[in-house]
């Protein structure tokens, strides 16, 4: 089973928009997990089911809480336990799937339990291949090579980044960042996925996957926004 972890370098840079992006990608044989989500009430919409309406693959979240905040916090705050990352991994692991690729909450070192385990941990444990999304705009340099180092100081290195949101009218530093995100971070670029493309209905947003990710497909992706 391969397994990829979707991180991200903090909350709204289009994590969720970015897996279901890689599930079409992947093909039949992938499922999604969703470890932890927070911030939604009952059976309220999330985004393990923009996942599923998006991609059309199966999607799998274990553990919902209803504030939104962090993980760790949110369950405290509820009085609930959380799974450990070992108990996470585990049921990755029992899923039938030729792929599995893993969506995180917020950043690489959010924590998804009540003893201090991390997304990173489960990373690790999972042997998994790591992609990171990161924001198009100012500040994102810094927040891509935190992310990165604390990757490479656990020995992963991370197989690529991906824009989660390109603007449709990008200023100066979306255009420098489109260069220099994977010139200082050493990790190649795989996708800029256009702003606002979560609105799109399955069969055009599938249709679309192929273009954001090869070289020339994002270029042009990141041209076409700006005109």
Partial sequence: MKVT???????????????????????????????VQTGVLGDEPADADEVRRLAGCEVTELVRLADPLA????????????????EHAARIR??????????GAGGLLVRLDLAGGTLLDLAEQLE????????????????AELTVA??????????????????????????????????VTGVPLLATIPEDVGGHGPDAFAEAVPGWFSPAGSAQAAAGSAS
């Avoid at 993980?71 to 405290?76: G, N, Q, V």
């Avoid at 029992?94 to 969506?103: G, N, R, W």
């Avoid at 998994?128 to 927040?143: P, R």
């Fill in 128 to 143: 998994a291949e790591v992609v990171i999304v990161v924001h198009a705009g100012l500040g994102t340099l810094n927040h």
């Fill in 94 to 103: 029992s899923l039938d799937a030729d792929h599995v690729i893993v969506e």
């Fill in 150 to 183: 604390a990757l490479r100081a656990r020995g992963i290195e991370p197989s690529g980044l991906i824009i989660g949101a390109w603007p449709s009218a990008p200023g100066l530093a979306e255009e420098c960042n489109l260069l220099d995100l994977p010139r």
């Fill in 71 to 86: 993980p760790e916090t949110a369950a405290r705050r509820a009085e609930v336990s959380l799974p450990t990352i070992a």
């Fill in 5 to 35: 972890v979707v991180t991200g370098t903090g909350t709204g840079v289009g994590k969720t928009v970015a897996t279901a992006a890689l599930a079409v990608r992947s093909g039949p044989g992938v499922v999604v997990v969703k470890p």
